[in-house]
Structure formats: structure tokens, C-alpha cells
Nanobody, 123 residues
Framework: VLLVESGGGLVQAGGSLILSCAASGLTFSRYAMAWFRQAPGKEREFVAA????????YYVEAVKGRFTISRDNAKNTVFLQMSSLKPEDTAVYYC?????????????????WGQGTQVSVSS
């Protein structure tokens, strides 16, 4: 199983980025997909998740109204559209896969992880 994130970068506060996570080696349509983030010196935290059916999503309060998670099961890809970015959104962002479980908010509950992509927001 391989999860590969892309789309990170440096952006000014108020800007936008779209992260992608391409999955292979698993039956993508049977996995809830999530995004977590980890800032320096902090624990990895849940950001958003989307059910394998693509019709149900869940967000941490801090990103509601600013971030949108979506998926394309035909392309085995999950996305995180981020807008109105703030300096406190700076972190390494990871995608994760959880087999037929909804919704897991803790990192150890996920089966597979990507390597992460850095998002840096300058003030």
C-alpha cells in the first residue's frame, strides 16, 4: 500500500492550497480517508475525514468553513482544499486510510499513512 501526498508549499496568510493524496495497493473505495497534520513539537492531530461513499465528511472545528475534503474513487485520490490559511495551519500534512470504519479521530486507528507534505503559512 502506498499513499503519496502532494501540493504542499509556502503561502501567505489568507491564501489557498490544494493537497492531493494518491493511493495504490488497496481497495480505495472501502477506506475512509483522512488528513492529519503535525506541527513542530506537537502531536499529530486530526483535520478532516471523508467516508468511502464520498457523501459524508467530518472536520475539526478549527478548519470548518475553510477546508474541504473530497475524493475521487475512480482515480484513488483524496483532496484537501484549504483556503483562508492562517500561520497556525503550518504543519506537515499526512493522509491516512482506515478500512470501513467511520469516523476515527485518533492517528493509531488508521491502517496506512503517507509520508507527508509540508504546508507553511507566512504572516
Amino acid at each position: 500500500v502506498l499513499l503519496v501526498e502532494s501540493g504542499g508549499g509556502l503561502v501567505q496568510a489568507g491564501g489557498s492550497l490544494i493537497l492531493s493524496c494518491a493511493a495504490s495497493g488497496l481497495t480505495f473505495s472501502r477506506y475512509a480517508m483522512a488528513w492529519f497534520r503535525q506541527a513542530p513539537g506537537k502531536e499529530r492531530e486530526f483535520v478532516a475525514a471523508i467516508k468511502w461513499t464520498a457523501d459524508v465528511t467530518y472536520y475539526v472545528e478549527a478548519v470548518k468553513g475553510r477546508f474541504t475534503i473530497s475524493r475521487d474513487n475512480a482515480k484513488n485520490t483524496v483532496f484537501l482544499q484549504m483556503s483562508s490559511l492562517k500561520p497556525e495551519d503550518t504543519a506537515v500534512y499526512y493522509c491516512a486510510a482506515d478500512y470501513l470504519t467511520w469516523v476515527s479521530l485518533r492517528a493509531p486507528q488508521y491502517d496506512y499513512w503517507g509520508q507527508g507534505t509540508q504546508v507553511s503559512v507566512s504572516s
